[in-house]
C-alpha cells in the first residue's frame, strides 16, 4: 500500500484545514487508517483512526474540532480540521494497517511521506 498525503498549508489560528490521504491498492476498504502528527523537537502523536468499520477515534487534544472520514469508492481518507490553534502546526502523516489498530505508531505498517500544517496565531 503506498499512501499520498495532501491538503497541508498555513492557516491563522480558528481556521479550517482538510488533509486528504490517497492510497493504492484493492483492499482500502479493510484498512484502518490514521492521522498522526509531529512537531519539531517532538515524538510522533496519534491524532485520529477511522476503522474499517468506520467506527473512529481521536486524541484527546483534536476532541470535537478534528473530524477523520473515508471514501472507499476514492481509496481516500480525510482528515477535516476546524478551530485549529497553533499549536496544532506539524507536519501530519497518514498511515494504514491491515489489522486492527489504535492509536500507537507501531499498530500501522504503511505510512505516507507527510504534510505540513502551520497554524499562525
Known amino acids: 500500500v503506498q499512501l499520498q498525503a495532501s491538503g497541508g498549508g498555513l492557516v491563522q489560528a480558528g481556521g479550517s484545514l482538510t488533509l486528504s490521504c490517497a492510497a493504492s491498492?484493492?483492499?482500502?476498504?479493510?484498512?484502518?487508517m490514521g492521522w498522526f502528527r509531529q512537531a519539531p523537537g517532538k515524538e510522533r502523536e496519534f491524532v485520529a483512526r477511522?476503522?474499517?468499520?468506520?467506527?473512529?477515534l481521536y486524541a484527546d487534544s483534536v476532541k470535537g474540532r478534528f473530524t477523520i472520514s473515508r471514501d472507499n469508492a476514492r481509496n481516500t481518507v480525510y482528515l477535516q480540521m476546524n478551530s485549529l490553534k497553533p499549536e496544532d502546526t506539524a507536519v501530519y502523516y497518514c498511515?494504514?494497517?491491515?489489522?486492527?489498530?489504535?492509536?500507537?505508531?507501531?499498530?500501522?505498517?504503511?505510512w505516507g511521506q507527510g504534510t505540513l500544517v502551520t497554524v499562525s496565531s
Open positions: 498511515a494504514a494497517s491491515p489489522n486492527r489498530a489504535v492509536s500507537s505508531i507501531y499498530d500501522y505498517e504503511y
Open positions: 477511522i476503522s474499517r468499520y468506520t467506527t473512529t
Open positions: 491498492g484493492r483492499t482500502f476498504s479493510s484498512y484502518f
